[in-house]
């Protein structure tokens, strides 16, 4: 598939409100509508997943296998750096077990030591057990013939969601596979759909479906309202079509320094909250006013984010390491 610059765009705009979420939570302010990035990711991920499989076929295993090489690297290189972390002392708050680390490097929920939550040691990583999930369940439906393949995986989707919704659960597991949120994978599956059909609408009506996108986060960040998946990912939905009408209509505008920063999304979104610790502690001591200490906090992120895609793609020199060893 082509890359289409406009999704771009939505990543890179998914991993900065997250890193602006984090930054103005660590610098004693408030950007709560930055998680709704999650919200994002998600509708995209399950665009971006029938869009691919249905332009380039591929078998159930070879899919699996390259989402693991695309996630698992990156993901327990910071899940590592974490445990080490807790493990010299340098982040004190942090318990470890080892049912909760070992749960977290294979992206099965867990409880937290940390106050109980369902959320790896890396906390942002709680999202990754959504996204295997859904690359697990994606992949056996490609056993499937093509046309019943849609109808099964939305299927599967809608009815486990619709579960949780039924039922009230404890165990971890059935907390994480019975969320609504999957909902927004299984929207992101529709509007490939309708995608590969051209059925888009135009770029006027585009534009306002972004603008009552933008609208819907802005109300539901200052009232709190409507902070969960039935609100959030149908917002991210219309996001997401109207951007694919100005894509269609070739109205995009083309930003090699946005697409970046999309291409680098995932990255940042391990690594930033490691940076943001380090400068909301330094704003913190010098008494930064608190949207300075955020701006600061947000660039030192994504900053930080973008230096670990770079050395992961060998686009930063490593010293005693030919270049011939970082391909």
Not at 119 to 138: D, I, K, S
Not at 284 to 290: F, Q
Request: glycine share 12%; proline share 6%; net charge positive.
């Amino acid at each position: 598939m082509n890359k289409l610059h406009g999704v771009q765009y939505l990543r890179a705009l998914g991993a900065v409100g997250v890193v602006v979420f984090h930054a103005a939570e660590r610098s004693g302010g408030h950007f709560v509508i930055g998680a709704a990035g999650v919200d994002v990711f998600f509708v995209v991920s399950g665009f971006i997943m029938w869009t691919i499989s249905q332009r380039r076929p591929i078998g159930p295993f070879d899919f699996f296998k390259d989402r693991l090489k695309r996630i698992v690297p990156a993901y327990w290189l910071a899940t590592a750096a974490m445990v080490l972390g807790g493990v010299v002392g340098a982040f004190p708050n942090l318990t470890l077990t080892l049912g909760h680390v070992l749960g977290s490097f294979f992206f099965i929920p867990h409880r937290s030591p940390n106050g109980g939550d369902i959320w790896p040691v890396l906390v942002q990583g709680w999202t990754l057990n959504y996204e295997m999930f859904f690359y697990a369940v994606f992949a056996f439906t490609l056993f499937l013939r093509n046309e019943a393949r849609f109808l099964f995986l939305s299927g599967i989707l809608v009815l486990l969601a619709g579960v949780g919704l039924a039922f009230r659960f404890e165990n971890p597991l059935l907390v994480t596979y019975t969320n609504p949120a999957l909902l927004e994978f299984a929207l992101g599956l529709v509007i490939g759909k309708l995608w590969l059909a051209g059925k888009m609408p135009p770029p006027g009506i585009g534009i306002i479906f972004i603008a009552i996108a933008v609208c819907g986060f802005a109300v539901v960040g200052t009232t709190y309202a409507g902070f969960n998946p039935f609100v959030l990912g149908p917002l991210a939905g219309l996001l997401l079509i109207g951007t694919l009408a100005l894509e269609k209509a070739k109205m995009m505008p083309r930003s090699k320094w946005v697409t970046y920063v999309g291409d680098g999304s995932y990255v940042i979104y391990l690594w930033h909250t490691f940076a943001i610790s380090v400068s909301a502690k330094i704003t913190g001591l010098l008494h930064v006013p608190t949207l300075a200490a955020i701006l600061i906090s947000s660039m030192a992120g994504i900053a930080f984010g973008i230096f670990m895609f770079r050395l992961g793609r060998s686009e930063l020199p490593v010293p005693f390491m030919p270049k011939s060893a970082r391909r």
